[in-house]
């Protein structure tokens, strides 16, 4: 099981982005999947997640309303598109799957098995 993340770069602040994520090495559609993102000496933090169907989204309250989340199981991809960049969503974004966890556990690292390599984003002011 690998996942790919790619997608990132420098944007200005009010710009966007998406990220994209293939999984490979096995059929994700019934996996969740989410996207968690970390600066260099702090703690990863989660970001947003999809539940297999696609049916339930979840969001960090800091991203709530700029950040979309989405999926394509026949292509077995995951997105995360970004709008309203501000330079406090700098940092090196990573997505990550899981087979079907509870809702409750959606954002927690701990519920993630695999895990891409991440991709930086930097938000100049």
């Known amino acids: 099981v690998q996942l790919q993340a790619s997608g990132g770069g420098l944007v200005q602040a009010g710009g966007s982005l998406r990220l994209s994520c293939v999984a490979t090495g096995r059929t994700f559609r019934d996996w969740d999947m989410g996207w968690f993102r970390q600066v260099p000496g702090k703690e990863r933090e989660f970001v947003a997640a999809i539940r297999w169907s696609g049916g339930t989204r979840l969001y960090a309250d800091s991203v709530k309303g700029r950040f979309t989340i989405s999926r394509d199981n026949i292509k077995n991809m995951v997105y995360l598109e970004m709008n309203s960049l501000k330079p406090d969503d700098t940092a090196v974004y990573y997505c990550?799957?899981?087979?079907?966890?509870?809702?409750?556990?959606?954002?927690?690292?701990?519920?993630?098995?695999?895990w891409g390599q991440g991709t930086l984003v930097t938000v100049s002011s």
């Open positions: 990550a799957t899981t087979p079907r966890t509870a809702h409750s556990t959606l954002a927690m690292i701990s519920s993630y098995d695999y």
